[in-house]
């Protein structure tokens, strides 16, 4: 899939629909505005849809997008690089948080190895799409060439194809890399233009002195590449990671197919910036699951224009607060097939 | 089932029970604390069932009280009073919001007419405990006698006996009744001692002249039966409302069974601070769902020390809100029962 047709092909929300969700909210049983942002959410999946109301976000699959980082060399986490390779047999195996959650809500879990390290063991839903085994040290050289970005992106693309024409009606970002929420961290700086000590946080859970080097090996980054949001590929090339450019892509590949497509925490926001600045009218297709307790998560989210549905404090990754947020935005759209109207129920308004 | 042997019967959380919770979430493959709110929820519904894992909160079943008020005579709603029965005719139909979100998470609903003021007709899923048609006005007079108000405690308590009985491994409170907002900000005031106006708000959606309205009738309320917090029946008789009441022993009854309730919006939390000023150790099972957008809701929730697990500005009622964190605690249990330790997984640690 060549990202140009697929940016091509990005179309904006459908204005007419939009105007049918309003006006089917203002009927149904309940006061006005009293569902609060599942109506506004049931707006915009009708907008993405083109129809009002739009299809029930059934069946769902979360694709987790595994990579690793060549920054882990600097110190910037405390896991080994192998717990990446560790957490996606774990994922396999169906015995991570992420497992757990899907099973909780009907959701399909498909792995991605677009950059993990190690060689991996095949398994049913694991997907072998490996670029490279791991990005270079975004602060001695840009992290990816040209050539695996682009290749990254399009695998993102191609994932979504497949699982929309595989019948999914919804989809959910994951992610595993020990490391990446510094590629992502460097990611929101550059699309943002806000400083890398505001975009940072302790991942996984840092102490003070490497949280500190963390902050100072993400401003070296964006001062040695000077990264230009105009050029995103670019930007995701000098400091970013697979996983996010595969991100990227597979947000544009739902956008293209007009499904939604839950972003998950900070690393899908960061991906996300770089998908938006590819192709502005993706963003209809987003859905914020949740607030990663990650700082840079609020800023991208903000800079998208988007809200998110959960703020539980958690910063897990793999997919799991997109999951959370999975039920809502069915029950979002199921308001529009399901409730009665004052006129069919017979209650009388106010 | 008498109100007092069911207070005797509530004890507090199992400590054991939630540190052996607190010592398996440190070794399961996740980051310590990265699964925020539901980590402490994991702990505290351990500690409710006295063991770890506790039960899976399926099935579930939401349980809709409905009543009218007299002080709906007041004008404190702009909706005529026949809805009431109207709403409960359209949850037997299933075509209101709350049938919608159970279908769509999996829950039973059950209506429980505890006061409407209009005869009902019977339905599968409706029970006909009525014990006066609509409440007295608490402007003029106390809203419910003594015997009404233990009557309605006690149907919550044998409802949510029954449906333990009948399985149900996880309770939702729901709630009809037109002017019903006013009673839950009586209530609210008169447990914490805060004013009419900080408590009052908009319900349903009302114009500026119908809110000072509501807030006076509230205030004149409390000026005439000086309801005193160390009597929490005589409260409720006071300015309460029937399914108030009967929600205050639906949460006690979950409570004597060890069941955790999830309290849908400002009606359940005001009947949450009757039960807990009747048996402090009830607030254990209390499961705080949603944030609702009416003031009170958060000052009810603050004086528990409960945090709501969603906020999504949403103000129906109905039990809405509650379904939509049904899936959230389902998640927060499976996570102990379904997810790999560090050990079990082969996973390495930092």
Redesign the interface.
Same mark, same amino acid.
């Given at each position: 899939m060549s990202l140009e047709t697929t940016v091509a092909a990005i179309r904006p929300a459908d204005e007419a629909a939009m105007a049918a969700a309003r006006e089917r909210q203002a009927r149904?049983?309940?006061? #006005? %505005?009293?569902?609060?942002?599942?109506e506004e959410l049931s707006v915009r999946l009708s907008g993405l849809a083109g129809r009002c109301p739009p299809p029930l976000p059934e069946p769902a699959t979360v694709a987790v997008f595994a990579g690793d980082h060549g920054v882990h060399a600097r110190n910037v986490?405390?896991?080994?690089q192998?717990?990446t390779a560790?957490?996606v047999?774990?994922f396999v #195996? %169906?015995?991570?948080?992420v497992?757990?959650?899907a099973?909780?809500?009907g959701a399909e879990v498909l792995v991605v190895d677009v950059g993990v390290a190690i060689q991996l063991h095949g398994g049913r839903n694991l997907l072998d799409a490996n670029i490279r085994r791991g990005t270079r040290d975004m602060t001695a050289e840009p992290a990816m060439t040209a050539a695996e970005t682009r290749q990254a992106v399009e695998t993102g693309i191609s994932v979504a194809h497949a699982l929309a024409d595989g019948g999914a009606r919804c989809l959910l970002t994951g992610d595993m890399g020990i490391g990446n929420t510094t590629p992502a961290a460097a990611l929101i700086a550059a699309f943002t233009g806000r400083p890398a000590d505001e975009v940072t946080g302790r991942g996984?859970?840092i102490d003070d002195e490497t949280y500190a080097r963390k902050v100072s090996v993400i401003a070296d980054a964006l001062v040695r590449h000077h990264p230009d949001p105009a050029d995103p590929l670019g930007v995701l090339a000098a400091v970013g990671g697979l996983e996010h450019a595969a991100l990227a892509g597979f947000l544009l590949g739902a956008a293209e197919r007009r499904i939604p497509v839950i972003i998950d925490g900070v690393i899908a926001a960061s991906a996300a910036l770089a998908a938006a600045a590819l192709a502005p009218d993706a963003v209809a297709a987003m859905v914020a699951g949740h607030l990663s307790?990650e700082p840079g998560a609020a800023v991208a989210l903000g800079h998208l224009g988007l809200t998110p549905?959960?703020?539980?404090?958690?910063?897990?990754g793999e997919g799991?607060g997109a999951?959370?947020a999975l039920?809502?935005v069915?029950?979002a759209v199921?308001?529009l097939?399901?409730?009665?109207t004052f006129d069919?129920?017979?209650?009388?308004e106010?």
């Open positions: 149904l049983t309940k006061p #006005a %505005g009293s569902l609060g942002a599942l986490s405390p896991w080994p192998e717990v560790q957490m047999a774990n #195996a %169906g015995g991570a948080v497992n757990a959650f099973r909780q809500n996984t859970g307790a549905l959960l703020d539980l404090g958690m910063r897990l799991t999951l959370l039920p809502i069915a029950a199921r308001v097939h399901d409730v009665a069919s129920a017979g209650v009388s106010k």
